[in-house]
């Protein structure tokens, strides 16, 4: 295989948060494919990449990838296979003609991020292929500096998780651990709130929405802040 596939993670809105390894492996790759949330939308890790870099002369192909819940060792959905499928054979197009391609990718691409599983099925169908992942800056820090709360200190423990999590679980992690980065929260936020307030929590909790960016908000009454229709740039930290 002769082009490079980089996995760029774009940090999770402020072009300024993108690293400058993240900035030269964009400018340098004439293929983007970057991934849409909605059929012939747009690709929120382009936006990103865009307020910094020119992509006047590039090939930029946006690639939808539906947004079902993927469970851990269970099948996935055909339809997302199918679009990761349909992802690394156009990437692997493109590498086999000695074109270098890039998958822009919201924050970094470690967490909970479609580029992985991108890469995977390349990795499968492709011999010797060249590949790099650029970490990015998450949410999960920047909703931390945002809200000026720290995620661990000394022998605190920390986990992250998707808060689309049913109650029993999710009461068992608000229990044990001393601080929780809750992400995909902007739907659930309901029952949440329940959650939390059985816990005597809400009061440890802090929401960021659209962190980074210039109508980030930072949100104390979690009450309020699940009445109303909340961006899916959103993501609490509970921290005791
Ligand atoms: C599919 S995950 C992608 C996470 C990303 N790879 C990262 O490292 O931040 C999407 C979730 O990330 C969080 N997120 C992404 N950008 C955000 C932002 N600017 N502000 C707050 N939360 C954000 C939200 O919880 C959102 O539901």
């Not at 004439?30 to 949330?37: D, E, H, N, R, T």
């Not at 870099?53 to 539906?66: S, V, W």
Request: charge should be neutral; charged fraction near 25%.
């Amino acid at each position: 295989m002769k082009g490079h596939f980089y996995v760029v993670g774009v940090g999770p809105g402020d072009p300024e948060l993108m690293t400058l390894k993240a900035v030269r492996i964009l400018k340098q790759s004439p293929v983007w494919l970057a991934p849409a949330a909605h059929k012939n939308g747009t690709s929120t890790a382009l936006t990103i990449a865009s307020g910094v870099i020119n992509g006047e002369q590039k090939e930029i192909l946006t690639h939808h990838f539906p947004m079902k819940k993927v469970h851990a060792g269970k099948p996935t959905d055909p339809e997302v296979e199918q679009a990761w499928q349909e992802a690394a054979q156009i990437i692997a197009g493109h590498l086999a003609d000695g074109r270098d391609v890039a998958f822009p990718t919201l924050g970094d691409p470690a967490i909970y991020s479609t580029g992985f599983y991108v890469f995977e099925k390349l990795m499968e169908n492709v011999a010797d292929m060249a590949v790099e992942i650029i970490p990015g800056v998450s949410a999960i820090g920047a909703t931390s500096a945002a809200a000026a709360v720290p995620l661990c200190l000394g022998d605190e423990r920390m986990v992250v998780i998707p808060a689309t999590f049913e109650d029993t679980k999710l009461n068992d992690i608000l229990s044990k651990f001393d601080c929780i980065v809750l992400m995909k929260v902007h739907r659930v936020m309901k029952r949440l709130v329940r959650v939390l307030e059985e816990l005597n929590l809400l009061d440890k909790a802090v929401l960021v929405e659209r962190t980074s960016l210039e109508d980030q908000r930072i949100r104390h009454d979690l009450k309020a802040a699940a009445t109303e229709k909340l961006h899916y740039f959103s993501t609490m930290i509970v921290r005791k």
